[in-house]
C-alpha cells in the first residue's frame, strides 16, 4: 500500500504531557498537510509544507506546536504540554504540485485523547 | 473567512434510494473536492472538479461544479448500505483545504 500512512493511530497522553506524530506521505507527492478534526467537524488547516519549507501555519497552531519536514519526506507534528482542548484527530494528507495540487490524498489519522 | 455549508446535515434513506447534497459558498472556487469520511477513518477523496459547469461521475456518484463557482452537488444514486459515512466538501484556499461541515448518510438495509 502506497498511500499515507500515520503513527501511531491511538494516543492517550495526560495533560502536560509531549506528544509526536508521525507522517509518511505518498512517495512522490511533495506536498505534506496537516489538520485537526473535533468530533461534528470537518478537518481544520494547521499548517503545510512543500519539500522541506514550511509554508503557511494557521492560527491554530500555537506555540506548543511545532511541525517539522526535515528531509521533504516524513514529517512529525509535536504537540508540547498537551491541554484537554488538544483531544482531536490529527490528519495528514499529501499531494503533488505540478499535476494536481488541490487534490489532497489523507492518511488514516492519529486520534489523540488527553486525560 | 470562507465558508462552506452543506446541506442537509443529515440524511437516512432506504436502500436503493438516491441521494442529492449540495455544498454552498460565499466565495467563489476555482476547484470543488468531494470526500467520504468513515468512522475512524480519514477523508478518502471522491470527485475532483475543476471548471464551472463540469459534471463528473465516479461509478454510482455524481458530481456538479456550479456555474456560479459559489457551489457543488453531490448526487448518489441506488444507495446501497456501504455508502453509510459523512460527505465532506472542499474548496482549497492558498493551497490549503476549506472543508464544509458534513453530510451524514445513513442507509437502512
Known amino acids: 500500500d502506497?498511500?499515507?500512512?500515520?503513527?501511531?493511530?491511538?494516543?492517550i497522553t495526560k495533560r502536560?504531557?509531549?506528544?509526536?506524530?508521525r507522517c509518511d506521505p505518498i512517495?512522490?507527492?511533495?506536498?505534506?498537510?496537516?489538520?485537526?478534526?473535533t468530533l461534528g467537524q470537518g478537518p481544520e488547516f494547521l499548517?503545510?509544507?512543500?519539500?522541506?519549507?514550511?509554508?503557511?501555519?494557521?492560527?491554530?497552531l500555537s506555540d506548543r506546536f511545532s511541525a517539522e519536514r526535515p528531509k521533504g519526506s516524513f514529517s512529525t507534528l509535536e504537540i508540547q504540554r498537551t491541554e484537554q482542548g488538544d483531544s482531536a484527530m490529527y490528519l495528514c494528507?499529501?499531494?503533488?504540485?505540478?499535476?494536481?495540487?488541490?487534490?489532497?490524498?489523507?492518511?488514516?489519522?492519529?486520534?489523540?485523547?488527553?486525560? | 473567512g470562507q465558508q462552506l455549508n452543506q446541506s442537509p446535515q443529515s440524511m437516512f434513506i432506504q436502500e436503493g434510494e438516491d441521494v442529492s447534497m449540495n455544498c454552498t459558498s460565499s466565495s467563489i472556487f476555482n476547484t470543488w473536492l468531494w470526500y467520504k469520511q468513515e468512522p475512524g477513518e480519514g477523508p478518502v477523496?471522491?470527485?475532483?472538479?475543476?471548471?464551472?459547469?463540469?459534471?463528473?461521475?465516479?461509478?454510482?456518484?455524481?458530481?456538479q461544479f456550479g456555474i456560479t463557482r459559489k457551489d457543488s452537488f453531490l448526487n448518489i444514486s441506488a444507495s446501497i448500505p456501504s455508502d453509510v459515512g459523512i460527505y465532506f466538501c472542499a474548496g482549497p484556499n492558498t493551497g490549503k483545504l476549506i472543508f464544509g461541515q458534513g453530510t451524514t448518510l445513513q442507509v437502512k438495509p
Open chain 2, 45 to 63: 477523496l471522491l470527485i475532483a472538479l475543476y471548471k464551472a459547469g463540469e459534471l463528473t461521475s465516479n461509478g454510482r456518484l455524481t458530481a
Open chain 1, 93 to 115: 494528507a499529501s499531494s503533488l504540485v505540478g499535476l494536481a495540487p488541490d487534490e489532497q490524498y489523507f492518511g488514516p489519522g492519529t486520534r489523540l485523547t488527553v486525560t
Open chain 1, 47 to 60: 499548517t503545510y509544507f512543500q519539500n522541506e519549507a514550511q509554508l503557511e501555519k494557521s492560527r491554530l
Open chain 1, 27 to 37: 512517495s512522490e507527492h511533495n506536498r505534506l498537510y496537516w489538520y485537526r478534526q
Open chain 1, 2 to 11: 502506497t498511500g499515507v500512512s500515520q503513527n501511531p493511530r491511538h494516543k
Open chain 1, 16 to 21: 502536560g504531557q509531549n506528544v509526536t506524530f
